[in-house]
């Protein structure tokens, strides 16, 4: 049975940063991509960066040059490095893996098999 469980979140002020770190409790690398979505209250869960097995990386377009995604195999862990976090980045992020299927249509929740529990990002003004 494989796990995703994530850490880091937490209260931050406008234009600070947070580190999210997801531990998997299988290999990494058996997963392509692994991404991180997130959810605010009221709005529908979406996409907000994968890594594939080769680290090419993908991102929403509001969090492109803010936020980092990266994979470590070794440790069997993904994590998002958020700079510059704003109000509306207030939300619940998921770590998602893939098992299947390869990169594409790596936005879209359903072709994710695996979920974390989630973990809470809260952005003051």
């Known amino acids: 049975q494989v796990q995703l469980v994530e850490s880091g979140g937490g209260l931050v002020q406008a234009g600070g940063s947070l580190r999210l770190s997801c531990a998997v409790s299988?290999?990494?690398?058996?997963?392509?991509?692994m991404a991180w979505f997130r959810q605010a209250p009221g709005k529908e869960r979406e996409f907000v960066a994968a890594i594939s097995w080769s680290r090419n990386t993908y991102y929403v377009d509001s969090v492109k040059g803010r936020f980092t995604i990266s994979r470590d195999d070794a440790k069997n862990a993904v994590y998002l490095e958020m700079n510059s976090l704003k109000p509306e980045d207030t939300a619940v992020y998921y770590c998602?893996?893939?098992?299947?299927?390869?990169?594409?249509?790596?936005?879209?929740?359903?072709?994710?098999?695996?979920w974390g529990q989630g973990t809470q990002v809260t952005v003051s003004s």
């Open positions: 998602a893996a893939r098992s299947s299927g390869g990169i594409s249509n790596y936005m879209y929740s359903t072709n994710y098999n695996y």
């Open positions: 299988g290999r990494t690398s058996a997963f392509s991509p």
